[in-house]
């Protein structure tokens, strides 16, 4: 079973930026896609971001396109999402996840990821 960890969640004010990362250990990883989910208080989870571990594909939500990025230290084994220009809606708990399915359409449905994370917090507020 893979572990997956979160850090870099806080307290930030609007306009702001954050830096979350995910550390990924356990058996031998061999999940071929990681992403990033957040939900927020009385909504459902929804998709944030997503890369094939080999680095060739990233897919992001309409809403964070050029304010968010995804990357990964491959060595290392940790995933990063890198969040710019930060507002209030996207104030949610933020999970890391992964699967061994490649990226694709079905990736934006939460059902269709294997291992998850426990979440950091991100609060966007003055």
């Known amino acids: 079973q893979v572990q997956l960890v979160e850090s870099g969640g806080g307290l930030v004010q609007p306009g702001g930026s954050l830096r979350l990362s995910c550390a990924a250990s356990g058996r031998s990883f061999n999940y071929n896609t990681m992403g990033w989910f957040r939900q927020a208080p009385g909504k459902e989870r929804e998709f944030v971001a997503a890369m094939g571990w080999s680095g060739e594909r990233r897919e992001y939500a309409d809403f964070v396109k050029g304010r968010f990025t995804i990357a990964r230290d491959k060595p290392k084994n940790i995933l990063v999402l890198q969040m710019y220009s930060l507002n209030a809606e996207d104030t949610a708990v933020y999970y890391c996840?992964?699967?061994?399915?490649?990226?694709?359409?079905?990736?934006?449905?939460?059902?269709?990821?294997?291992?998850w994370g426990q979440g950091t917090q991100v609060t966007v507020s003055s």
């Open positions: 996840t992964a699967t061994s399915r490649g990226l694709t359409a079905s990736s934006l449905d939460s059902g269709e990821w294997e291992s």
